[in-house]
């Protein structure tokens, strides 16, 4: 709704501990399973044991939230949940859109059925173009498998919905960002977005795999050859964005420590995660890394979802600049860039 996207706007800006709006977004984890087991995953301890959300704890996400959005992603896959479909069909009845990040090496039935149920938006997980380094970063993912659940998509008669590439820039795929925006287009996706990984709670072995000695001119170099590319192909990207901000990426990869983005973060007002237990943390990275909760959906009210101790106190934390180190670490998503709307 426009009054809560508002409100929540201004409770944001005035960093309030209190807010009275619905949250715009919910960030649901429908499960810890992966089949996968990506370089960059930093959820690997919770996919140990798969668990899955139960459809009473979804129904009261919707009920007692009232967002606009809800964005099925966490700790796992959620193309692994049987009643995935079911989910999506339940929010659109309470008209909320429902947005999956996946790395869509799913089968074609779970991904009709989603279709189906009204799904308003994919982002695909695809971190380089050539189907043998797409298997070293992504282990045991298939590009082959994503490119076939994309053209089932396209071959399908009716409303489609919206489709992303997302990608992570790391040592690995540092040339392949024209290569990526060349599969958006073979595969009929608008838009392509690259991101810089997210560093927090990154242990030493795997930024020495991924981000170690960071090629940064060449990195630069290959943005702008895609972004050329992708203006030739009508391809949306982010890259300009990128580009006019490079000093974010080099600021996090070399760990600068004296730079910290959180003053940009709004999450705390206008964005909550609910992890496959019911619990509920500001974002994923809070629930990930502290364990932070401000309240369980199956156990606690709105107000105190919404308004608890442990919430109020993170926003406190923001409005004096004292965050945690998580926070100070983090690199945190705009809403816009996290849920793009039919509208
Ligand atoms: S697809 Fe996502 S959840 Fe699965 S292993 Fe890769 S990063 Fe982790
Ligand atoms: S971890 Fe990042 S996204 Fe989450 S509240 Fe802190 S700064 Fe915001």
Redesign the pocket.
């Known amino acids: 709704m426009l009054g809560d996207r508002i409100m929540g706007a201004l409770h944001a800006f005035f960093r309030t501990e209190r807010v009275w709006n619905s949250p715009l977004a919910v960030n649901v984890e429908p499960t810890t399973g992966?089949?996968?087991?990506?370089a960059?995953?930093?959820?690997?301890k919770d996919?140990a044991a798969s668990r899955f959300m139960e459809e009473r704890v979804f129904q009261l996400i919707i009920k007692k939230l009232k967002p606009d959005v809800v964005e099925f992603?966490?700790?796992?896959?959620p193309f692994q949940h049987p009643d995935l479909a079911e989910f999506i069909k339940y929010a659109d009845n309470f008209s909320v859109d429902s947005i999956v990040?996946?790395?869509l090496?799913c089968g074609a039935g779970p991904l009709a059925a989603a279709l189906d149920a009204g799904l308003a938006g994919l982002k695909v997980?695809v971190d380089s173009a050539d189907p043998g380094r797409y298997a070293l970063i992504?282990?045991?993912?298939s590009l082959d498998q994503v490119a076939a659940n994309l053209d089932f998509i396209r071959s399908r008669p009716g409303p489609k919905p919206r489709l992303s590439l997302e990608s992570v820039l790391i040592n690995q795929n540092m040339g392949d960002c024209g290569g990526i925006v060349d599969f958006a287009h073979r595969h009929g996706v608008a838009s392509v977005n690259f991101h810089a990984i997210q560093t927090v709670g990154m242990n030493e072995e795997t930024r020495k795999e991924l981000i170690d000695d960071f090629n940064f001119p060449g990195l630069r170099l290959s943005l702008a050859a895609a972004l050329a590319r992708a203006q030739d192909l009508g391809v949306q990207t982010n890259i300009q964005k990128l580009l006019d901000d490079f000093n974010t990426i080099v600021d996090i990869y070399n760990r600068n420590e004296n730079i910290s983005r959180s003053a940009s973060c709004t999450l705390p007002w206008m964005h909550l995660f609910v992890a496959v237990d019911g619990n509920v943390s500001p974002c994923f990275s809070l629930h990930c890394h502290t364990g932070v909760a401000s309240g369980n959906i199956l156990e606690n009210s709105r107000d105190q979802i919404l308004n608890g101790p442990a919430i109020a106190c993170i926003r406190r934390g923001f409005r004096n600049k004292r965050v945690a180190k998580v926070c100070k670490e983090c690199n945190p998503p705009q809403l816009s860039s996290i849920f793009f709307r039919k509208d």
Do not use: I, P, V
């Open positions: 992966c089949g996968l087991s990506c960059m995953c930093f959820c690997k996919q992603s966490g700790a796992g896959e990040q996946t790395n090496n997980s992504r282990r045991k993912g």
